[in-house]
C-alpha cells in the first residue's frame, strides 16, 4: 500500500509513532479523595519526517494530554509512543521561573536543554530579538531585566517560545497554541520559524483554536474528540468535516 | 521484513466522522516493530542509571546556574539584599543563645559555648534547609519541570549546592568570630572538610528522596518542619551530649543512639575540628566510620530510589 495520509507529502521515515496510547491521570478533587481521568483513550498514528500535522477537537479533547506524551512529559497508562530523538513541547503555560528575570530564563533555560554557556551567548541575541521584547536597546524600558512573573502571558510565552525555538533543530517539535499569542507580527514571526524548522527536515505537531492556523501551516490533521482519534487525513478536508460536525449543533460527548 | 510492510494503520485515507476508530487499528506488533526498524525510542521513558549520571554531568552549569539565580531571587527583595545570607543564621543562633544559653543555662559545663552553639546552629541549618528544600524541589518548579527535559536530580542537588555554599558564608563569619575569641586556626581545623563532604552527600540523598515523596505527596512540606524541629531537639544542637550522659537522668544506650544520629555526628565533628575545647572523648566511637556509612547509605539510596520515578516528575 502506498503512503497515504497526504498524497503530497514526502514518504518520509516516521519520527513519531503513537501505539494504542491510553493516557489517564488522577485529579485530586479534595482531602483524600481523586478523579480519575481517562483523557486519551486508544490513540494510534504514525508521523513522518517532514509532515506538519495539526490537532484539532473540542476543549477537553486530549490534544494538550497527547502533546505531553509526545513530549515525554506525560506517561502513558498503556500502548506507547516511540519518537526520534527528543522532541521539543512549546507551551503557552509559559513563565518558566517566575521570580526570575526574563534574562536568567534565557540562560537557564538554555542550559537545561543542554546548551553550553558559550552557545548561549551566541544565540542570547537572536533569541531577545525573536521574542520581540524591548531590551532596553532602543530607550524603551529593558523587559528582559524583570521577573517573568510581571510579563503578561502573551510577553512569557514569545520568550519561551524563542528559548526552546531557538535550540538546535529538534526532530520533533510540538507546539501548544503559541501562535494563538502574541500580536500578529509575533505570530508571523513564528509561522516562519516553524517553517524553517520543519524545512530542517523535522515534524512539527500544532494545537490550535484557529483552523485557518491550522491549514495554513499544516498539511495533515489529527481529529480528537473525546480522547479518541476521529479522523485522519489532510488539514483541509479534517478541519472541513470537525466544522461540519460543529454546526450540526453535535456536542461533543464529554462537554 | 521489509520496508515495505506494514502499512502503518494512520494511512488510512480522510474518513468521514464516524464512531471512534478502536478496532480499526493494525495488531499493536506492527507499530512497535516499525518503531524499532526506524531506530526511535520510547519517549519519556527513564534512561539507564549511567546514562542518567553523564546527563546530569553534562548539566553541571544548569546546576551550578540554577543554585545561583535561586538564591539571587531569594533575597531580590529585601532591602538589605545579599547581607541577609549572613544576618540569618547570626540571628538565629542569636535566639538560641539567649533561650538556651542564658535562659535555661545550657551552657553550664559547656567551655566555650558560643563556639559550640554557633557551629552547632551552622551545620543543622545546612542539613534542615537541605532537607526542606528538596520538598520543593520539584514541586516548587513545575513550569521548568513540564516544559524542558534535563535530569530532574540537577534540581535537588542544585539547591543543595546552594545550601552548601550558605554554610560555607556561615562558617567564615564564625571563624571570624573564633578570632575574636581568641580560637586561632590550628592543622586540626581541616578535619573540617572532609565531614562536611561528607554531610553534603548524606543532606543531598536524603533531600533527592524527600523530593520525590513530596513530588507525589505535597503535604510532606507541611510536616517537615515538625519532623526537623524534633531531629534538631534531639541531636544537641544547642545543649552538650556530655551533660546529658552527666545527669544520669538517660539509659547510656539513649544517649549512645542520639550521638550516633547523621546529624549528631556531622555537628559533633565539626565541632571537634573548630573548637579547641571539645575533644575527641566527646565523639561517639568510630565517628568517621559512621559519617561516611550514614553519607553513603543516603547518597546511594536516595539517588537511586529518586531516578526510579525519573519519567513520572511533573506528570498530571
Known sequence: MADPG????????????????????????????????????????????????????????????????????????????????RPALLGVDAALMGDLSGERNVILGGLAMGMSRSGIASRY????????????????????????????????????????????????????????????????????????????????????????????????????EAGTLRMDGPAEEVTAAYEEFTRTGATPPDE | MTLTLPPPPTATPARPAGPPPAGRRAPDEDLAALARRHGLSVSGARPPLTAYVRGLWSRRDFIAAFATARLTAQYSQA????????????????????????LMNAQHGVPDYLPFLLTGVFVWTFTANTLTAGTRAISGNLGLVRALHFPRASLPLSLALLQLQQLLLSLAALVVLLFCFGEFPTWSWLLAVPAILLQTLFSAGV??????????????????????????????????????????????WVVLALRCNPAAVYIDLVRFALVRSFTAEQLPPHVWALAAGWALLAFAGGFVWFWKAEETYGRG
Not at chain 1, 493516557?23 to 506538519?52: C, D, K, L, N, Q
Not at chain 1, 521574542?131 to 503578561?152: F, I, K, Q, W
Not at chain 1, 514571526?189 to 515534524?203: M, N, V
Not at chain 2, 532591602?79 to 542564658?102: D, E, S
Open chain 1, 6 to 85: 497526504a498524497g503530497a507529502a514526502a514518504p518520509g521515515a516516521p519520527t513519531v509513532i503513537a501505539d494504542a496510547v491510553h493516557i489517564a491521570y488522577t485529579v485530586p478533587t479534595g482531602p483524600g479523595t481523586h478523579r480519575r481521568v481517562h483523557a486519551v483513550r486508544g490513540v494510534g498514528f504514525v508521523a513522518r519526517r517532514g509532515e506538519s500535522i495539526g490537532l484539532i477537537g473540542s476543549n477537553g479533547s486530549g490534544k494538550s494530554t497527547l502533546l505531553k506524551a509526545i513530549a515525554g512529559l506525560q506517561q502513558t497508562e498503556s500502548g506507547r509512543v516511540y519518537t526520534r530523538g
Open chain 2, 207 to 252: 533531600s533527592l528522596a524527600l523530593a520525590r515523596l513530596a513530588a507525589r505527596t505535597p503535604d510532606i512540606s507541611q510536616l517537615m518542619p515538625f519532623v526537623l524541629r524534633t531531629w534538631m531537639y534531639v541531636s544537641g544542637v544547642m545543649w552538650s551530649f556530655s551533660s546529658m550522659a552527666a545527669s544520669g537522668r538517660f539509659p547510656d
Open chain 1, 125 to 224: 541575541e537572536g533569541i531577545v530579538d525573536f521574542s520581540g521584547l524591548p531590551d532596553g536597546r532602543d530607550g524603551r524600558e529593558n523587559a528582559l531585566a524583570r521577573p517573568m512573573r510581571t510579563y503578561s502571558s502573551g510577553m512569557a510565552a514569545r520568550l519561551r517560545f524563542a528559548i526552546a525555538a531557538t535550540a538546535r533543530s529538534h526532530d520533533v517539535l510540538l507546539v501548544d497554541e503559541a501562535l494563538a499569542t502574541g500580536d500578529a507580527r509575533f505570530q508571523r514571526r513564528s509561522r516562519r520559524r516553524i517553517d524553517e524548522l520543519r524545512a530542517a527536515a523535522g515534524t512539527v505537531f500544532l494545537v490550535a483554536h484557529s483552523h485557518a492556523t491550522i491549514r495554513e501551516t499544516c498539511d495533515r490533521a489529527l481529529w480528537l
Open chain 2, 79 to 102: 532591602r538589605l539584599g545579599q547581607l541577609w545570607q549572613l544576618m540569618t543564621p547570626l540571628l538565629n543562633a542569636a535566639v538560641y543563645y539567649l533561650m538556651f544559653g542564658i
